[in-house]
């Protein structure tokens, strides 16, 4: 069964305070793993598609990465506005059916 | 653009009635989906629709049915409402099974 396990659950940062967070996968085939951000009472908003190990995709201060059986979302210098659950999906094998993590709660303090 | 449009945004139901969740997208897309989000279980799919005309189960499809009656507009409907559908509701699009999703605002039920 394809696993997508995001960690921590829950991060706090100062603002400015550069730290990263995790997606491991174990599936056959990875076809593309995703990064959505969802702010509270809304619905999750794409920022990256990653399909093979090596390749980075940036946006502002998020810069996203992938290996063969993790992703990293780096976030450089935080703003409070980063504020957010990110989740990430990944899409494997003969389905293009993603399965999606819990999701990481991020805060970032002023 | 709007993109994805869910209606209503919330919604109060007695256990037994009966309801349909509105979606509809703009953006030409072939695909749509219907997920349910729980504090602790992430986003589930419960039904999708690869193209018009097409309907597929998804993870956990009990209770609801679902019509796409066009390429735009996908619905999801609870014939006998139960406290366990309680939940928030998402309707969400996508032009080719690689590309990421477009997701609306979400419902959000209560089940009483």
């Known amino acids: 069964e394809d696993q997508v396990t995001q960690s921590p659950e829950a991060l706090r940062l100062q603002e400015g305070e550069s730290s990263s967070l995790n997606c491991s996968y174990t599936v056959s085939g990875l076809r593309g793993l995703f990064w959505y951000r969802q702010d509270p009472g809304k619905g999750p908003e794409f920022l990256f598609t990653l399909y093979s190990a090596g390749e980075e995709k940036e946006k502002e201060r998020l810069k996203a990465t992938l290996t063969k059986k993790e992703s990293f979302l780096h976030i450089t210098a935080p703003k409070p506005e980063d504020s957010a659950t990110y989740l990430c999906a990944v899409q494997a094998g003969g389905s293009y059916i993603p399965t999606f993590g819990r999701g990481t709660s991020l805060i970032v303090h002023p | 653009n709007a993109g994805v449009t869910q209606t209503p945004k919330f919604q109060v139901l007695k256990t037994g009635q009966s309801m349909t969740l509105q979606c509809a997208q703009d953006m030409n897309h072939n695909s749509m989906y219907w997920y349910r989000q729980d504090p602790g279980m992430g986003l589930r799919l419960i039904y999708y629709s690869a193209s018009e005309g097409t309907t597929d189960k998804g993870e956990v499809p009990n209770g609801y049915n679902v019509s796409r009656l066009n390429k735009r507009e996908f619905s999801l409907r609870l014939e006998s409402a139960a406290p366990s559908q309680t939940s928030v509701y998402f309707c969400?699009?996508?032009?080719?099974?690689?590309?990421?999703?477009?997701f609306g605002s979400g419902t959000r039920l209560t089940v009483v």
């Open positions: 969400a699009s996508s032009d080719k099974g690689s590309y990421g999703y477009t």
